[in-house]
């Protein structure tokens, strides 16, 4: 079974600093997608950035980016120039290939986003 | 409408109430998932439709747990007897296939509260 962990349950950034969030996973499958979402007060989940295992380049999307390592199963998410909207939970995310699997979710990491 | 929307967004039962769970997917969208996330973790599994088929119910924590989505639409949830472990979001997400993967969009989901 695929399992995904984030040992981080806290963090904080300083606004407008660098922060990476650490994420493993596990999983005996080759062929997979990783995803970083993002859980406001709110509860609505919003994806934030995708990344398909078959891909060596890492994903970007403006502010936000992945290191993947797939041989370390590691997966961090760096959030560039924090902003005061990016306090969240954040959730790492592993699904299999097959486009109608369920994705499996880490515990989250609450991120705290300090004027 | 323009998300997946969920209903009621706070439901308060007594143990032992039964409870249903409404979630209205974005039109057109063939998948359907829900989701079960206690205070502090992330989201499992319960179940996945296709259309109006229940493809995968291996995430249902018990007998008590129902559900369905009869004319591949409207999906509910019901849950009989509640406990106080049930107390829990209940998030519901919709998808479309895109090629190979498939979108998912997540609603706000109903936070009920079993007293």
């Known amino acids: 079974a695929q399992t995904v962990t984030q040992s981080q349950p806290e963090m904080s950034v300083q606004e407008a600093e660098t922060v990476t969030l650490s994420c493993t996973y596990d999983?005996?499958?080759?062929?997979?997608?990783l995803f970083w979402y993002k859980q406001p007060p709110s509860r609505q989940m919003i994806l934030v950035i995708r990344?398909?295992?078959?891909?060596?380049q890492n994903a970007t999307e403006n502010r936000f980016s992945v290191n993947f390592q797939k041989a370390a199963k590691s997966f961090s998410l760096k959030i560039s120039d924090s902003q005061l909207g990016d306090a969240a939970m954040y959730f790492c995310?592993?699904?299999?290939?097959?486009?109608?699997?369920?994705?499996?979710f880490g515990k989250g990491t609450r991120l705290h986003i300090l004027p | 409408g323009a998300g997946v929307s969920q209903s009621p967004r706070y439901k308060v039962a007594k143990r032992g109430q039964d409870v249903a769970l409404r979630c209205d997917p974005i039109?057109?969208?063939?998948?359907l998932f829900w989701y079960q996330q206690a205070l502090g973790q992330g989201p499992e599994f319960l179940t996945y439709?296709?259309?109006?088929?229940?493809?995968?119910k291996s995430g249902l924590p018990s007998d008590r747990f129902f559900a369905e989505r009869p004319e591949g639409s409207v999906s509910t949830l019901k849950i009989q007897r509640t406990q106080q472990e049930d107390s829990a979001v209940y998030l519901c997400?919709?998808?479309?296939?895109?090629?190979?993967?498939?979108?998912?969009?997540f609603g706000q989901g109903t936070r009920l509260t079993v007293v």
């Open positions: 997400a919709s998808g479309f296939n895109r090629g190979r993967y498939t979108e998912a969009f």
């Open positions: 999983t005996s499958e080759s062929d997979y997608y």
């Open positions: 990344q398909e295992a078959y891909k060596q």
């Open positions: 995310a592993y699904r299999n290939r097959n486009r109608d699997d369920k994705i499996i």
């Open positions: 039109s057109g969208h063939v998948s």
């Open positions: 439709f296709q259309n109006e088929a229940q493809l995968d």
